[in-house]
């Protein structure tokens, strides 16, 4: 609903910004994942998602150049997107697999559409060449968002998830970024730690 056209008492909603995200912003990332996480999978009892451990990825992910990104709105963290490696073999240090989360209350407002190219800008700039993202097979907004940004569908992982009971399928998504295999690459540095 448009600014416009919304009920008087509707707030109207801030601009987002996305930048990198910061440890401060560490809280609201982990509630933002606990929602969904916990709404992905069904009456399952997940355990919580460490500060810590969100912390300890951010650094390792910033060290080896993968973006972490925050979209911002009126103050409050309404999303992330961050990369972390493909497969922790070399061979595969040009390819990159990302997460994408918006907040709840600000789903299907254009969060996901600024987070996804903002976040394939980042991990072209940083020389990755391939970025790959794994889709429940029922989550029609992502599999949307993914394909009006350019990722193809190639292939399908049959059962691999299991919730509300059911046996559920994966889409694998892919495109190219930068150069993508068109060049060989320039150099990246690469170590083990993930
Ligand atoms: C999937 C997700 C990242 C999309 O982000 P979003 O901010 O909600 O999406 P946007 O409002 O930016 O819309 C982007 C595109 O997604 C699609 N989309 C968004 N909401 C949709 C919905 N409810 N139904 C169908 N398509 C939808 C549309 O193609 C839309 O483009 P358009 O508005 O130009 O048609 C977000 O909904 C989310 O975090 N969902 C829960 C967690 C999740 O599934 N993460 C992805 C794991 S792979």
């Keep these: 609903m448009s600014a416009t056209s919304g009920s008087v008492l509707e707030k109207p909603r801030g601009a987002v910004v996305v930048r990198p995200s910061t440890e401060s912003d560490v809280p609201a990332m982990i509630a933002i994942y606990t929602h969904h996480i916990t709404r992905g999978v069904g009456d399952v009892v997940i355990e919580p998602t460490q500060a810590d451990d969100i912390k300890r990825r951010r650094k390792n992910m910033l060290r080896r150049r993968l973006p972490h990104l925050a979209a911002e709105r009126d103050g409050v963290i309404v999303g992330y997107a961050y990369a972390v490696p493909f497969r922790k073999r070399p061979a595969y240090r040009y390819a990159v697999k990302h997460s994408i989360y918006v907040h709840p209350d600000h789903v299907s407002t254009g969060i996901g559409r600024l ?29 949307s968002l993914h394909e009006a940004h350019g990722f193809r569908r190639v292939g399908l992982l049959e059962g691999v998830g299991f919730k509300y009971g059911k046996w559920a399928d994966s889409v694998l998504m892919q495109r190219a970024i930068g150069a993508g295999a068109s060049t060989p690459p320039v150099e990246i540095a690469y170590s083990r730690t993930t």
């Design 115 to 143: 987070l996804l190219p903002a976040l394939i800008e980042a991990c072209a700039g940083a020389g990755y060449r391939q970025m790959f993202a794994y889709v429940d097979a029922d989550n029609v907004a992502s599999l």
